[in-house]
């Protein structure tokens, strides 16, 4: 029988938390316990298991969930999942004013429509490329949407106005050359983390780290149209390397740097 494999990783970009891909076949995972939450979305397959003397089953593109200290197994016939376990400095970007203790259980089986956007925009996340909003917004979404209902701050709940975002979109403007990380930027906009990805998303229909995107390769287009060299452009602009900003112009004008300079 093929034996279990699993790939940990400690990202810097998601605050060291413990991000891990796994994948087993009739394997089934000996009671244990975890002292943080642990939070998986399965790929393929179902996670059948057993947590606090109660039976679940979680198919491919639900959520799994278990509290600190509760204790679970997992497995089954087949199954390939991604997991978080989320450091204590992810926990307090999520929640910066709130004892880890004092949030509620999450529910074992999750298919909140909300939790399974920002674990699919966190895990299927490409090469970071150095982003760090991508990840960090993805992680504090989802442990709000999860672990949130019982901590949350009444003025949440409230819009935070067109300052807080005009001082975020043009601190992200000024400083397109490098990687702000969510916390920097939540500082600068007076609001939580959580909050600012909220108005990002009303309010601009985009994220935080799409309107860096979006805004790095209108700033090459200006660049390349001035003549600039395309290496010399993606250094300027905060893309990792020239590759990194050929990616991205396929990815929004359709055509790579080259052919853009070519067209004009």
Same mark, same amino acid.
């Given at each position: 029988?093929?034996?279990?494999?699993?790939?940990?990783?400690?990202?810097?970009?998601?605050?060291?938390?413990?991000?891990?891909?796994?994948?087993? %076949?009739?394997?089934?995972?000996?009671?244990?316990?975890?002292?943080?939450?642990? %939070?998986?979305?399965?790929?393929?397959?179902?996670?059948?298991?057993?947590?606090?003397?109660?039976?679940?089953?979680?198919? $491919?593109?639900?959520?799994?969930?278990?509290?600190?200290?509760?204790?679970?197994?997992?497995?089954?016939?087949?199954?390939?999942?991604?997991?978080?376990?989320?450091?204590?400095?992810?926990?307090?970007?999520?929640?910066?004013?709130?004892?880890?203790?004092?949030?509620?259980?999450?529910?074992?089986?999750?298919?909140?429509?909300?939790?399974?956007?920002?674990?699919?925009?966190?895990?299927?996340?490409?090469?970071?490329?150095?982003?760090?909003?991508?990840?960090? $917004?993805?992680?504090?979404?989802?442990?709000?949407?999860?672990?949130?209902?019982?901590?949350?701050?009444?003025?949440?709940?409230?819009?935070?106005?067109?300052?807080?975002?005009?001082? $975020?979109?043009?601190?992200?403007?000024?400083?397109?050359?490098?990687?702000?990380?969510?916390?920097?930027?939540?500082? %600068?906009?007076?609001?939580?983390?959580?909050?600012?990805?909220?108005?990002?998303?009303?309010?601009?229909? %985009?994220?935080?780290?799409?309107?860096?995107?979006?805004?790095?390769?209108?700033?090459?287009?200006?660049?390349?149209?001035?003549? $600039?060299?395309?290496?010399?452009?993606?250094?300027?602009?905060?893309?990792?390397?020239?590759?990194?900003?050929?990616?991205?112009?396929?990815?929004?004008?359709?055509?790579?740097?080259?052919?853009?300079?070519?067209?004009?």
């Amino acid at each position: 029988m093929p034996r279990p494999v699993a790939k940990v990783r400690r990202p810097q970009a998601l605050l060291n938390s413990e991000l891990i891909y796994a994948e087993f %076949i009739e394997h089934q995972f000996a009671p244990h316990e975890h002292t943080t939450w642990t %939070i998986g979305w399965v790929v393929d397959g179902a996670n059948d298991f057993r947590c606090e003397r109660q039976s679940f089953c979680a198919p $491919a593109g639900m959520l799994c969930v278990v509290n600190p200290a509760e204790v679970h197994t997992g497995g089954g016939k087949q199954m390939s999942y991604w997991c978080l376990m989320p450091s204590t400095e992810l926990m307090h970007l999520a929640f910066p004013d709130t004892d880890p203790g004092a949030l509620c259980s999450a529910p074992a089986v999750v298919d909140d429509p909300v939790a399974l956007k920002a674990a699919y925009q966190l895990f299927t996340l490409p090469p970071m490329d150095g982003d760090l909003l991508t990840p960090q $917004a993805g992680g504090v979404v989802l442990l709000r949407s999860l672990l949130g209902s019982g901590s949350r701050d009444p003025a949440e709940d409230r819009s935070c106005g067109p300052g807080a975002l005009a001082r $975020a979109t043009e601190y992200l403007q000024d400083n397109l050359e490098r990687q702000v990380p969510l916390a920097e930027l939540s500082q %600068i906009s007076g609001v939580s983390a959580f909050q600012l990805c909220r108005e990002f998303a009303s309010r601009l229909n %985009i994220s935080p780290d799409a309107f860096v995107r979006s805004r790095r390769v209108a700033r090459a287009q200006e660049l390349t149209r001035a003549g $600039a060299d395309l290496s010399g452009a993606a250094a300027s602009c905060g893309f990792a390397d020239q590759a990194h900003m050929t990616r991205l112009f396929r990815t929004v004008l359709g055509c790579t740097p080259a052919q853009w300079r070519s067209a004009i």
